[in-house]
Nanobody, 122 residues
Framework: QVQLDESGGGLVQAGGSLRLSCAAS????????MGWFRQAPGKEREFVSG????????SYPDSVKGRFTISRDNAKNTVYLQMNSLQPEDTAVYYC???????????????WGQGTQVTVSS
């Protein structure tokens, strides 16, 4: 069992930055793929970034590539999402996710956090 607790969301102006953190409970954190997804009102939840168990493989969709960076610290059971050059279209609830293998799809995720709101004003 893994419990995920996100923090770091908030309100930022366009062009600004935020850093999200996701603290995980459970001794098997280092075995899991970790990812971030987001969901805007009226839209489906979408993949934002992912990182494998060792941290040497990452994945991003084109919409955030070059602006967002995912990292993890297995000693602290924490995964991070550094978001730079934020735009209004990045506004959404951001969810931390854990699963058995690197994936960009929600149906292969075993555990979800409660979500943290990110709002980018123009």
């Amino acid at each position: 069992q893994v419990q995920l607790d996100e923090s770091g969301g908030g309100l930022v102006q366009a062009g600004g930055s935020l850093r999200l953190s996701c603290a995980a409970s459970g001794r098997t954190f280092s075995r899991y793929f970790m990812g971030w997804f987001r969901q805007a009102p009226g839209k489906e939840r979408e993949f934002v970034s992912g990182i494998n168990w060792s941290g040497d493989i990452t994945s991003y969709p084109d919409s955030v590539k070059g602006r967002f960076t995912i990292s993890r610290d297995n000693a602290k059971n924490t995964v991070y999402l550094q978001m730079n050059s934020l735009q209004p279209e990045d506004t959404a609830v951001y969810y931390c996710a854990a699963g058995p293998a690197l994936t960009t799809t929600t149906h292969l995720i075993d555990y979800w956090g409660q979500g943290t709101q990110v709002t980018v004003s123009s």
